[in-house]
């Protein structure tokens, strides 16, 4: 377990590096927030194109990958909203914490990760993983919470659209498989400014995750450290046992899989919770619960798949 901590150390020390600069103030709130829409809007989207763009279409199109994640993903998802409405939680707040249960950090922390230590046919499998996230649960959040209120019909439906067209992540995806599947070539200038620009989200979104964590407080410890548990113990176990047994999915793919399910809870989460007004705190602290705890949990998940 020492190597594979020793080979994760980087990526935890810059997200650490992050938190530092914030907490001191020497890095402002404002400058966390531009930093944070760099990656998002540029260089984490040119990353995802250029491996969506110069993989195979079947690699990522993989019919008993994705089902078999969203199966052990759903599954959690129903359990996690199940508990919470037995708690006396609103049908809004079971959704955030069920959300928080099965969507981990797979776009800023999942991707620089795993592509680093495995190398880029890391790529397919947690491209797919953060598909089903942003697509299905993305949307199916959006859904229950502004069901919840009352607010069905055609507006649901543009308002789930609207929010997966202005996601830079879905879109560069999206574009990525549109070029994989006609085969359509890479220029050379395209794809040295793709690297380029891309390079810079693995450093980047790992320093700005560390920023954001700087401006979470605690609160609601006993709910966050629930949803720590769901999040980083449930999910992946029940993902490993969907992968190994029940699909018996190729032994890298399922290890990626297992991988991408054991991040800690995603940031994007606290922006819904926020713009809807539901918990947002709670979430905030799910959040910074998670980041630390993973710390130890993703390493051994990552030294049982190697």
């Given at each position: 377990?020492?190597?594979?901590?020793?080979?994760?150390?980087?990526?935890?020390?810059?997200?650490?590096?992050?938190?530092?600069?914030?907490?001191?103030?020497f890095f402002s709130r404002e400058a966390a927030v531009a930093l944070t829409q760099f990656v998002f809007w540029f260089a984490l989207?040119?990353?995802?194109?250029?491996?969506?763009?110069?993989?195979?279409?079947?690699?990522?199109?993989?019919?008993?990958?994705?089902?078999?994640?969203?199966?052990?993903?759903?599954?959690?998802?129903?359990?996690?909203?199940?508990?919470a409405k037995m708690r006396g939680l609103t049908l809004a707040t079971s959704a955030i914490e069920a959300q928080c249960a099965v969507?981990?950090?797979?776009?800023?922390?999942?991707?620089?990760?795993?592509?680093?230590?495995?190398?880029?046919?890391?790529?397919?499998?947690?491209?797919?993983?953060?598909?089903?996230?942003?697509?299905?649960?993305?949307?199916?959040?959006?859904?229950?919470?502004?069901?919840?209120?009352?607010?069905?019909?055609?507006?649901?439906?543009?308002?789930?659209?609207?929010?997966?067209?202005?996601?830079?992540?879905?879109?560069?995806?999206?574009?990525?498989?549109?070029?994989?599947?006609?085969?359509?070539?890479?220029?050379?200038?395209?794809?040295?400014?793709?690297?380029?620009?891309?390079?810079?989200?693995?450093?980047?979104?790992?320093?700005?995750?560390?920023?954001?964590?700087?401006?979470?407080?605690?609160?609601?410890?006993?709910?966050?450290?629930?949803?720590?548990?769901?999040?980083?113990?449930?999910?992946?176990?029940?993902?490993?046992?969907?992968?190994?047994?029940?699909?018996?999915?190729?032994?890298?793919?399922?290890?990626?899989?297992?991988?991408?399910?054991?991040?800690?809870?995603?940031?994007?989460?606290?922006?819904?919770?926020?713009?809807?007004?539901?918990?947002?705190?709670?979430?905030?602290?799910?959040?910074?619960?998670?980041?630390?705890?993973?710390?130890?949990?993703?390493?051994?998940?990552?030294?049982?798949?190697?």
């Open positions: 377990m020492l190597p594979v901590f020793l080979k994760t150390l980087p990526f935890f020390l810059l997200i650490g590096l992050g938190y530092g600069a914030a907490a001191t103030r989207s040119a990353m995802l194109f250029n491996f969506a763009a110069t993989l195979e279409f079947s690699d990522i199109a993989n019919g008993d990958f994705l089902l078999c994640y969203l199966v052990a993903s759903a599954i959690v998802y129903i359990v996690a909203t199940v508990i969507i981990g950090n797979v776009g800023f922390l999942g991707i620089p990760m795993l592509v680093g230590l495995f190398g880029e046919r890391a790529a397919a499998p947690v491209l797919m993983v953060l598909s089903v996230d942003l697509i299905v649960f993305g949307s199916l959040v959006v859904a229950i919470i502004t069901g919840s209120r009352g607010k069905l019909g055609p507006g649901l439906v543009l308002t789930i659209l609207r929010g997966l067209v202005t996601n830079p992540m879905v879109m560069s995806i999206t574009a990525g498989l549109i070029w994989s599947l006609y085969d359509l070539p890479v220029p050379v200038p395209m794809a040295e400014f793709l690297t380029i620009l891309g390079s810079a989200a693995t450093p980047a979104a790992l320093f700005a995750i560390g920023a954001s964590l700087a401006g979470k407080s605690a609160e609601r410890a006993s709910t966050a450290l629930w949803l720590s548990a769901l999040k980083l113990v449930a999910h992946p176990a029940l993902v490993a046992v969907f992968a190994l047994w029940v699909f018996d999915l190729d032994p890298f793919a399922a290890a990626m899989m297992i991988a991408a399910a054991a991040m800690p809870v995603a940031g994007n989460i606290y922006i819904i919770a926020q713009h809807y007004g539901v918990s947002p705190q709670r979430v905030s602290t799910a959040i910074l619960f998670s980041t630390v705890i993973s710390v130890l949990t993703l390493t051994a998940v990552l030294g049982w798949v190697q």
